[in-house]
DNA sequence: GTCTATAATTTGATAGAC
DNA sequence: GTCTATCAAATTATAGAC
């Protein structure tokens, strides 16, 4: 059971950083969002720092566990990869922002060292999925560089299309995939 | 004969866009850079945003003139898409920072509206250039789609090569257009 | 846990001298 | 064109009352 306060602070700060970047939250928009004042942010997240380090360790373990573990929807007859792709579809269309990871791996040269590193630790683990995946769809060639792609081209794709208002970009892109 | 002053603020503000995005930078860093102080920056510039949408317009006139045409460079013996992929590559490992496209298009939802549509006319030339190329290259299939796809891919392998500070992200993802 | 109050700094931007 | 000087606002962060 998570403290239900501290994860309204963590959601409100996800979607700034996602729509806007690092630099464009502070503890005041948040407070106001959230319905207190900054220094109550602050008592929670000392620093804004580990604000939005908290922040990626939460989008990171949220989105694996939203999409599931590759080998039991490859057992329930889907593929994986299709998943993926819908889940960062998905992200996309709700949400008016791109992958916090995707921003924050732009973001890197005006970063926090522990951002920087929680933004690492997320993209590993897409990988390390993806690679899984990749097994159970019985993949012939290079799977570490083929499960690269599938999330390069996934978050370029959602970068592009956020911008372009266009979700054409996303969709032909990621017919690259199938 | 462009204004060398003025060149030299472009310049530096991409540097620092490239590299922490839009919110990061300020008028007093570049002007500390450039050895002015801030209220010349504005003489030329006058608005945060104006500067920005000079920026990307200016990357963008560079970028597309430092390719060449796609049809020269397949007729020289080349293949236009590989010398598209260095472009990138060449710009990651120099400039330490991103390309600029990406990052402001991750970054929409903080940015002026004059640098958004300045954004959107970057990968608008991209993809039409990319289209030309396959267009060469004799692709069978949606060609808009494949451009999609390359941009697409680069920008994404760009930035997780970036916060991964990992080359092998990029040359791995760029394998998937060969 | 949340508040008021405030410190210290940075920010975008302008006025006016030279 | 560049400077000094300055402003009003916003920023991260802390101290201390309740």
Redesign the interface.
Known sequence: MSNSKEDLILQVTENMV???????FSFRKVAEEVGIKSASVHYHFPTKGELAAAVTKRYTENFINAIGQPEAIYASGQSPITVYISAFRTALIED???CLG?????????LPESV?EE??EF?SRNVEWLERAYQCLGYKG?I??KA??T???????M??S???KDI??FD??T??LK
């Open positions: 996602r729509q806007g970047g690092y630099n464009s008016n922002g791109v995707g921003m924050l791996g732009a973001e890197t040269g005006s920087i933004t690492r993209f290079d570490k560089a690269m792609q999330v390069s081209l996934l978050e370029g794709a970068i592009i956020n911008v372009m054409a970009y032909s892109s017919e690259l």
